[in-house]
């Protein structure tokens, strides 16, 4: 732990830490282009130096290691003459071009250049111009203003897993570049967006769209995967303008996929803006009070046991919660589940269903093992962790199945469950492999899950990490990656339904009236059945119902969700829903009220309290001892890994034209644009 | 021609021969395992040899591929490095040095040679595709200056009829002899060595 002195002020810093990170401890910040947290040490745009006692030379603070004694001065005249130098150098090329730059006003090398710039150019010479590059859909470059500082390469090649981008020339001639002109074959590359300093890499879709100053900012989370990434939704009037990452280390760190940030332009696309009612085939606008008597008449002359309902993959918890008190309360009536398929889960234990390891935990990992799964499209972010571990730790990664390309190498197996039989029964090489790691993590896809012998599996495998010893205090090794935001929480609260097979019966068209809340993934073909589906966009789910209730997205109304890992976060509210839309729980109180005369619940704060309430319960009462008999069989089969497609896996990105074209340039790899 | 941009006639295929891969397989062998990216360099140089001295893009990527590494990171090197010629140079390829002491020597009359013999301008194939030529910065040897260097050779104490002598050579498939053109073994003074006269070998 060496000590050293920032300004006279003494600090004593991990070993390991660069004079940067020193600096800041002190509270002195420091500029920069190239260093970054997160990613490695280039020490390229020399903006941090600092004086150090001893150096003739002013010292690029980033990539110096703090030593014992060192004394570091940041504020003196010689370090703000050095600063100024470099920042003239760097301006020296630059474009004086901020008004029409997309980054203005955000932009690292504005804002440092009012305190280290020369307000006159010296430079005579003709400047540089660099051609543009074609980096896909999502990012637009504009080369000209690059200031060489790497970070996009190293983020590309560190964390994203792909080495595409690349600095190439020289000098004065060096250029990024993606050597095909083609997007960058990774689910995180707009974070280089991010990234950027200045702006040479921009967003695509939000170009020329609105300056940041004139931005409402959310914080709020994620709901395109169950990973629950921290994120700010910048929203202009209601119109929700861009996605960006927050810093949360325990899920997202900084990154978030391309899905989270661009699947936002779906919001103002196929939006229910108006109750709908289906007259011959035909939707026809409809009020409120009509729908709702409707629906009352409906429900009144069928019996309980023929209605059904089912919640869906984006909805918040209170809709859950309330949708759940309406069936058991109002219609008293259990028919209803989150689930869109027979996967099967066990709720009685809450390990059965979150993912225990939690997401840093990944990084302790010494062995990873996948069945039924494909982190990158499943749960990217929680991908580029096990990709970290790999790097970091060279964590040994196999997979049941060969899954293509997932960033990091692994071994993979031959996709039978007689394989996973035998590795957990004790038999195989892999289950040696399991006992000898300190910290195993078994990641269970719900590809898995869906199995005839899903059971089966899933209990083998717990009973032989229990048998071993591998649950400690402090380590759970079982893992469920769930693909939905709302699958845990859905859970949590119990919107599950066991005891009959509603997919099969819904399927043998035994019901008469389905209410549908978000839930748009089911498929059954349609007879008598009458349909209420109450969402935010005209999808599956509308196109078959008969009656419509607009609904609010994940950006439009508060709402928790829990993660994968089983962490709740609230999700704020930045926007309206359009038209006469009303947010997800006033829509079913509101019809509670018009089927018994009293609404379920006075207002918000008494369905989050009474929520919470029933979750605390729910804990408690968690049974501890749940052994049960095996009861199904063991069945060989083959482990078909079932990925939604990665741009279209839920109803906003569906209705997105940036996920749209980001599927078709995964697709299109052939080079385009103007050669570099 | 821009021998710093990839070229855009690109052949479709490269692969070492039996003399570069055995001399590539030396060259990796001599890093240990897991770090033989660091061979990039020589594998580089050796395949721009082979080559009639230019790199095309799929020698890079065979690069890649045979030291199992990006091929962006092949790219970066080759684009890198001056020397990296990456658009066709000819089988000849003439470097004339006309840094100071080769140019207060003469060697703006190679430069003229050049121009009559070979193309109008630098980097520019001649009419045949076997040779051009190319303005260099000092080849360290200005003892015998002027010079010039056609591929691994250095041709030495040239004036321009000695060395359109050797361009006609070339064109007819010979390889002229290196080494100086005015008589002298190596560096050695003109008219006998005149200090270290004591020393026998010297």
Not at chain 1, 150 to 169: H, K, N
Not at chain 1, 452 to 460: E, G, P, Q, R
Not at chain 1, 520 to 545: R, V
């Amino acid at each position: 732990m060496p000590k050293l002195k920032v300004n006279d002020i003494e600090v004593e810093v991990e070993d390991g830490l660069t004079v940067l990170q020193a600096c800041e401890k002190a509270g002195a910040e420091i500029p920069r282009f190239c260093y970054h947290e997160k990613l490695s040490i280039a020490g390229n745009c020399r903006m941090c130096l600092v004086e150090m006692e001893k150096s003739p030379k002013p010292i690029a603070s980033c990539a110096m290691p703090a030593a014992e004694g060192m004394n570091i001065k940041t504020n003196t005249a010689f370090v703000e003459k050095a600063r100024k130098g470099v920042m003239e150098f760097l301006l020296a090329n630059h474009p004086l071009d901020c008004p029409v730059c997309d980054q203005g006003g955000e932009c690292d090398l504005q804002d440092q250049s009012m305190f280290y710039g020369v307000d006159k150019s010296r430079f005579k010479e003709n400047k540089r111009s660099v051609p543009e590059k074609y980096m896909g859909p999502l990012i637009k470059t504009q080369m000209t203003r690059c200031i060489h500082c790497t970070r996009c390469v190293r983020f590309a090649t560190e964390v994203a897993g792909v080495s595409e981008l690349g600095a190439i020339g020289r000098g004065e001639d060096m250029q990024i570049t993606t050597y095909l002109e083609q997007s960058m074959q990774s689910e995180l590359s707009a974070n280089v967006i991010d990234l950027c300093p200045v702006g040479a890499l921009t967003s695509k879709p939000y170009v020329f769209e609105a300056r940041p100053w004139e931005l409402t900012k959310t914080e709020t989370v994620d709901v395109m995967d169950a990973v629950g990434s921290n994120v700010r939704v910048d929203t202009y009037d209601w119109e929700v303008k861009r996605v960006l990452p927050l810093i949360n280390e325990d899920i997202n760190e900084e990154w978030i996929s391309d899905k989270t940030r661009y699947a936002c332009d779906g919001l103002l696309n196929q939006r229910l803006d108006t109750p709908f009612i289906k007259y011959n085939g035909k939707f026809e606008k409809a009020s409120w009070d009509e729908v709702f008597k409707i629906i009352k008449s409906k429900f009144e002359n069928s019996s309980k046991e023929k209605i059904c309902g089912f919640v869906g993959d984006l909805t918040n918890m209170e809709t859950g919660y309330i949708f759940k008190e309406f069936f058991d309360r109002t219609l008293s009536n259990h028919n209803y589940d989150s689930r869109s398929d027979n996967r099967y889960v066990d709720v009685k234990e809450r390990e059965n269903y979150i993912f225990n390891s939690s997401i840093n935990g990944i990084e302790d990992a010494d062995l990873i093992f996948l069945i039924g799964s494909n982190p990158r499209y499943e749960a990217t972010i929680l991908n580029a962790r096990i990709r970290k571990a790999f790097v970091n730790n060279n964590t040994k990664i196999i997979s049941l199945n060969d899954v293509g390309d997932l960033t990091y190498p692994y071994e993979s197996l031959d996709g039978q469950t007689q394989s996973i039989k035998n590795i957990f029964e004790g038999s195989d090489e892999i289950s040696k492999k399991i006992l000898d790691a300190k910290h195993p993590i078994i990641i269970i896809g719900e590809s898995l899950l869906k199995l005839n012998s899903a059971d089966y599996l899933f209990n083998l495998i717990k009973d032989f990490l229990n048998k071993n010893n591998k649950f400690t205090d402090n380590w759970n090794p079982l893992n469920i990656l769930s693909c939905d935001a709302s699958t845990v929480g859905n859970f949590d609260l119990g919107i599950i339904n066991n005891d009959i097979n509603l997919i099969k019966d819904l399927k043998s068209n035994k019901f008469e009236i389905v209410y549908l809340v978000g839930q748009d993934n089911l498929e059954f073909d349609k007879k008598d059945e009458f349909i209420i589906y109450q969402g935010s966009h005209g999808d599956k789910g509308a196109e078959i119902a008969d009656i419509i209730l607009p609904g609010a997205a994940y950006t439009e109304q508060d709402g928790h969700f829990t993660n994968l890992e089983g962490k709740i976060q609230k999700a704020y509210k930045a926007s309206y829903p359009p038209g006469d839309a009303k947010e997800d729980w006033q829509i079913i109180n509101e019809l509670a009220e018009v089927m018994n005369n009293r609404k379920l619940f006075n207002d918000k704060d008494e369905l989050e309290s009474s929520m919470f309430n029933f979750l605390k319960l729910q804990k408690e009462k968690e049974i501890v001892d749940s052994k049960e008999q095996l009861n199904s069989n063991f069945q060989n089969e083959k482990l078909n890994i079932q990925v939604k497609d990665y741009y279209f896996s839920n109803v906003i990105a569906r209705s997105s034209k940036t996920m749209i074209e980001c599927d078709n340039s995964k697709l299109n790899l052939k080079s385009t644009g103007t050669e570099g | 021609m821009n021998l710093r941009r990839p070229s855009k006639n690109q052949p479709e295929v490269f692969e070492f021969n039996t003399s570069s891969l055995e001399e590539a397989n030396k060259i990796v062998s001599k890093y240990p395992k897991g770090k033989q990216q660091s061979a990039v360099m020589a594998l580089l140089y050796i395949a721009q040899k082979q080559n009639d001295n230019w790199i095309p893009l799929v020698a890079m990527k065979y690069i890649a591929k045979f030291l199992d590494m990006p091929y962006i990171k092949v790219y970066e090197v080759a684009t890198f490095y001056t020397m990296y010629n990456l658009a066709p140079v000819g089988k000849y390829f003439v470097q004339v040095c006309t840094t100071t002491p080769c140019m207060i020597r003469g060697a703006n009359q190679l430069v003229e040679a050049c121009k009559e013999k070979i193309s109008e301008n630098e980097n520019q194939l001649s009419t045949d595709k076997n040779c051009s030529w190319m303005e260099v910065e000092c080849l360290g040897a200005c003892v015998n200056a002027p010079m010039m260097q056609i591929n691994d050779d250095y041709y030495e104490d040239l004036d321009k009829e000695k060395t359109l002598e050797i361009f006609d050579k070339i064109s007819k498939g010979e390889t002229p002899k290196p080494g100086s053109y005015r008589g002298r073994l190596n560096t050695e003074p003109e008219n006998n060595r005149k200090t270290l006269m004591d020393i026998k070998n010297a």
